[in-house]
């Protein structure tokens, strides 16, 4: 796995909290929205495993329910007490390694 796979995979784990925190949500769904905010490289395959494992580290639940559109059932996620705490962590560590890097690689958006 190479840096760059070792980092998006640790920042979804963040990003996917992140949006699960503004409401109750499903797979499809998140997916839309990180590419709505221009999230980079990610996939429908990708999201899936990533709401396993924080499924099964008791960060979110899910409840399989009839869609809303009436097409097959979907698997709604909501965030739990621990997973607020989790993303209050990530959101904490992710300004310090922010700031951090922005000292040293500068500001500007030179890419």
């Given amino acids: 796995m190479t ?3 070792q980092i998006m995979k ?3 784990d963040g990003a996917i909290l992140a949006l699960i925190a503004q409401g109750e949500t499903y797979g499809y769904e998140i997916l839309e929205k990180l590419n709505a905010q221009q999230f980079p490289e990610i996939s429908d395959g990708s999201i899936y495993p990533v709401l396993l494992r924080l499924s099964k580290k008791g960060y979110i639940q899910s409840e399989t329910r ?3 559109s ?3 059932k979907r698997k709604y996620y909501t965030i739990t007490h621990e997973g607020q705490s989790e993303l209050k962590q ?3 560590k992710w300004h310090a390694l922010n700031q951090g890097m922005n000292n040293l690689l500068g500001s500007d958006k030179e890419c």
């Fill in 90 to 92: 990530f959101k904490q």
């Fill in 70 to 72: 009436g097409g097959p």
């Fill in 3 to 5: 840096i760059s796979n």
């Fill in 66 to 68: 009839k869609s809303d």
């Fill in 10 to 12: 640790g920042l979804l």
